[in-house]
C-alpha cells in the first residue's frame, strides 16, 4: 500500500504560469513534507519543506499548502519557468527521518 | 563540499553475483538510509540507520544488507543478484529529528 499518493503523473504549463502538484497521506504519525526536485541522472535535492503546524509556506516562487485534517498537502509553483522542467516528488517522514515519497510528477514547461 | 558521495555511478551484474555499494557523507549526520528509484514508483526506503552499530530495515529489504560501522560510511550490499534488483539506487543522509535528507548522486545498477 503506498503511503504518499502523489497527482497528476505529469504536467504541462505554460511559461509564467502556476504549477500545482497534490499529494495525500494516510499515516498521522508523520510530521515532516518535504518537496524534492529531480533532474535527469541526478539525485534528489531539497526543495521546500513544511510541519503539520503549519498551513502554508512560501520560499520565491515555490508555495506548499497544507491541509492537516484532510490529510494532504500541495505545491504551487508560480511563475513557472522552463528551467523548472524537472520531475517533483511529495514526501512524508517520520521522526527518524524515513521518507515515504510519491510516484513523481513530470513538469514540462513550454516556452 | 563534497556531501553524499556514492560508487561506483554504473554497474552492471550478472545474476547470482554479489556486490557493495559505498555511499560515504562528510557532513556528520547521523541518520543514513538507502532507496532505490523505479519507474513510476518513486523511492522506496530499502534500510536506514540513525547512527553507528544501529541499523534497521525499511519498505523493500530483501536481498539487501547494511551496516554502519562509522558515521560516514553506509554501504548497501546486494547477497545474490536478481533481474527484480535492476534499479537507480540512492543513499542519503541527514540530521536527527525530522530534518531533510541530502542524496547522493545514485548508481544505477543492471542485473542480467
Known amino acids: 500500500q503506498q503511503q504518499v499518493k502523489q497527482s497528476p503523473q505529469s504536467l504541462i504549463v505554460q511559461k509564467g504560469g502556476i504549477s500545482i502538484i497534490n499529494c495525500a497521506y494516510e499515516?498521522?504519525?508523520?510530521?515532516?513534507f518535504p518537496w524534492y526536485q529531480q533532474f535527469p541522472g541526478k539525485g534528489p535535492a531539497l526543495l521546500i519543506a513544511i510541519r503539520p503546524d503549519v498551513s502554508e509556506k512560501k520560499e520565491g516562487r515555490f508555495t506548499i499548502s497544507f491541509n492537516k485534517s484532510a490529510k494532504q498537502f500541495s505545491l504551487h509553483i508560480m511563475d513557472s519557468q522552463p528551467g523548472d522542467s524537472a520531475t517533483y516528488f511529495c514526501?512524508?517522514?517520520?521522526?527518524?527521518?524515513?521518507?515515504?515519497f510519491g510516484s513523481g510528477t513530470k513538469l514540462n514547461v513550454k516556452p | 563540499n563534497a556531501g553524499v558521495t556514492q560508487t561506483p555511478k554504473f554497474q552492471v551484474l550478472k545474476t547470482g553475483q554479489s556486490m557493495t555499494l559505498q555511499c560515504a557523507q562528510d557532513?556528520?549526520?547521523?541518520?543514513m538510509s538507502w532507496y532505490r528509484q523505479d519507474p513510476g514508483m518513486g523511492l522506496r526506503l530499502i534500510h536506514y540507520s540513525v547512527g553507528a552499530g544501529i541499523t534497521d530495515q525499511g519498505e523493500v529489504p530483501n536481498g539487501y544488507n547494511v551496516s554502519r560501522s562509522t558515521t560516514e560510511d553506509f554501504p548497501l550490499r546486494l547477497l545474490s543478484a536478481a533481474p527484480s534488483q535492476t534499479s537507480v539506487y540512492f543513499c542519503?543522509?541527514?540530521?536527527?529529528?525530522?530534518?531533510?535528507?541530502?542524496f547522493g548522486q545514485g548508481t544505477r545498477l543492471t542485473v542480467v
Open positions: 514526501a512524508a517522514g517520520d521522526n527518524f527521518n524515513k521518507f515515504y
Open positions: 499515516n498521522t504519525a508523520f510530521d515532516y
Open positions: 542519503a543522509s541527514s540530521l536527527p529529528g525530522g530534518a531533510s535528507a541530502f
Open positions: 557532513m556528520n549526520h547521523e541518520y
